[in-house]
């Protein structure tokens, strides 16, 4: 009777055993199943991801102003082009935005007053051989007392006066385009090349082939490209955080994940009606798809703080909050091994080169030890939502 009893104890004790262990077991897992924010993934699901575990790292990131402007020329880097004594347009092929290299041909303008420059040209180079040696003959004659100083003096005023209007023909050749050398060979021309003085970028072009301009008009405005720079509007609130050689990060419209660097060079001093001044940057880099007048958006790094960073790609957004996600470890359901994760919500700092600072609600120490996903989070993102409007969770 002793016998059965003890056994009839045992059989109890291991029973309770067992029970408590299962009753441990799924407590665990209505716990698990109660928190929203839990992503649990097998292992054969997590080979599929991108996911990789990390932590946060201490980087120092600039805090930056968001400001807006346009790509902008100084006024030495826009050259008018203008044709002294006006003419025909005969030919270009110049439209705005055009491209342009130091040299190149940008124009042909004709006009026949250029044909009379040239023919006074040559009458005053043929006119200045015979004026020449006549002063050298005044010359010889007036020392030797043969002819009188006054012929002399006068033989000299016209061989010098001629002189200085070969002089002034010859810039006035020049200046239309045309080359002395090749008037004084007899090669005479009513029209002119106009090259471009700049690589650059042509701005406008006010006029059509075969109208006639004037010598005040312009034919086309180019920009020189190498001089470009950003422009931007800083109000008054933010003026006295802008100092000379902070660090500009600014990016198109067409392209808002491309973005560029300049450098503050010049701050405005004039405040205007608006309470903004225009502070302008130089370009790190040499960018041809840049034109004047393109708005853009920019950050003005305007000081540098040391924070917990991650990459960009570990941190989702939902519902307009931002979160990471910390691995929780590995355990063993159904004979399968589980990746458990949790959704954690973050503020949101400053991104800079590919990072972003993070801090943690009220617990920011955290961060040095825990464990995060650094890419890929959005999987976890998706999983976890699709799962919420299946009626389960991010099983």
Wanted: charged fraction near 25%; hydrophobic fraction near 40%.
């Amino acid at each position: 009777m002793k016998t059965k009893i003890y056994i009839i104890g045992i059989l109890s004790l291991v029973l309770f055993a067992t029970s408590c262990k299962q009753g441990a077991s799924e407590s665990k897992m209505e716990e698990h199943q109660e928190n929203e924010n839990l992503v649990e993934l097998t292992e054969a699901q997590l080979a599929q991801t991108e996911i990789k575990v990390g932590k946060a790292e201490k980087r120092i990131i600039g805090r930056e102003l968001n400001v807006n402007g346009m790509i902008d020329v100084p006024p030495q880097g826009n050259i008018s082009i203008t044709v002294p004594y006006g003419g025909f347009l005969k030919y270009t092929n110049m439209l705005p935005g055009s491209r342009l290299t130091k040299g190149q041909l940008i124009a042909r303008v004709e006009n026949p007053d250029f044909i009379e420059f040239q023919r006074e040209y040559v009458e005053a180079l043929a006119r200045n051989e015979y004026l020449k040696a006549d002063f050298e003959r005044q010359e010889t004659l007036s020392n030797e007392n043969v002819s009188s100083t006054k012929v002399f003096q006068r033989s000299k005023q016209e061989f010098l006066t001629n002189k200085a209007n070969i002089q002034a023909l010859e810039s006035k050749l020049r200046l239309v385009g045309l080359d002395p050398n090749a008037v004084r060979a007899g090669n005479f021309s009513a029209v002119v090349d106009i090259y471009s003085p700049i690589n650059g970028v042509v701005r406008e072009v006010y006029v059509n082939t075969g109208k006639y301009f004037g010598p005040q008009d312009v034919l086309m405005d180019i920009t020189n490209a190498e001089d470009l720079h950003v422009e931007l509007k800083v109000y008054e609130d933010d003026i006295p955080l802008i100092k000379i050689g902070q660090r500009i990060r600014f990016r198109l419209a067409n392209a808002p994940e491309v973005w560029m660097e300049a450098e503050v060079f010049l701050i405005g001093n004039n405040v205007r009606d608006d309470r903004s001044i225009t502070i302008h940057g130089h370009l790190k880099e040499k960018n041809e798809d840049l034109l004047p007048g393109i708005f853009i958006n920019a950050k003005v790094e305007v000081a540098t703080q040391e924070v917990y960073a991650v990459p960009e790609e570990a941190v989702v957004r939902f519902n307009g909050n931002h979160y990471i996600f910390k691995t929780l470890g590995q355990r063993m359901e159904a004979g399968m091994k589980m990746h458990d994760f949790e959704m954690t919500p973050i503020t949101l700092g400053t991104v800079e080169d590919g990072f972003v600072g993070i801090a943690l609600e009220g617990n920011t120490e955290q961060l040095a030890t825990m464990d995060l996903v650094i890419d890929d989070a959005f999987v976890l993102l998706a999983k976890a939502k699709n799962s919420e409007e299946e009626g389960g969770h991010g099983h």
